[in-house]
């Protein structure tokens, strides 16, 4: 199961609505879901919220130490409640999934994430769970820097947003445990079809293709 449930990001209002902190917002919405508030810890480096679920205590956290050393403040709070790797979830944006998905994925490399090469250097192993969400990539490997640190269009940040309700909404599996059903779940996306168009009073003629590739007109 899920004892520490970690959400990447950078401190500080100039970086709040940008890509890169993804995992922030995803940990804002366990909060509100759990009915807990994450505080400053100064031992844990970071925002945190400590909360029971059956019996069990769990952990929120926002590390405080820029992305680059996040493992700081994910190392800090595991070592002292003795949370395994295993029992660990962390979330962050991901370049290489489309806005609008999430990814739930056990281990396996940083794939140059600086937020995850340091939580694998601290920890001391690769092998906890992340919630990749998808943030999309710019085309250009010389603009991703750019790209992960801007805000990103509104019709982007609701698919995004859309992608972190439905991986909230697995919460309860990922606190008992179940890993395979949070996973389905979570990559469950059904991408929102264009409505069709409507007629007007002006303009009642509707033109549409016949499955032969003729125009016709209604």
Sequence with gaps: ???LFVGLGNPGPEYEGTRHNAGFWWVDELARELKTNLVPEKSYFGFAARCTVDGQPRWLLQPQTFMNRSGQSV???ARFF???????????????????????????????HNGLRDIHSQLGSADYWRLRIGIGHPGSREEVVSWVLKKPSKEHRDSIDEALTRATKALPLLLAGDMEKATVLI??????????PRTTPENPSLVLNEPGGKRISM
């Design 187 to 196: 990559h469950t996306h059904k991408p929102v079809r264009p409505k069709p």
């Design 1 to 3: 199961m899920i004892k």
């Design 75 to 77: 190392a800090a709070l």
């Design 82 to 112: 003795k949370i395994q790797p295993q029992e660990i979830l962390v979330a962050h944006d991901e370049l290489d999934v489309l806005p609008g998905q999430a990814k739930l994925k056990f281990g396996g490399s940083h794939a140059g």
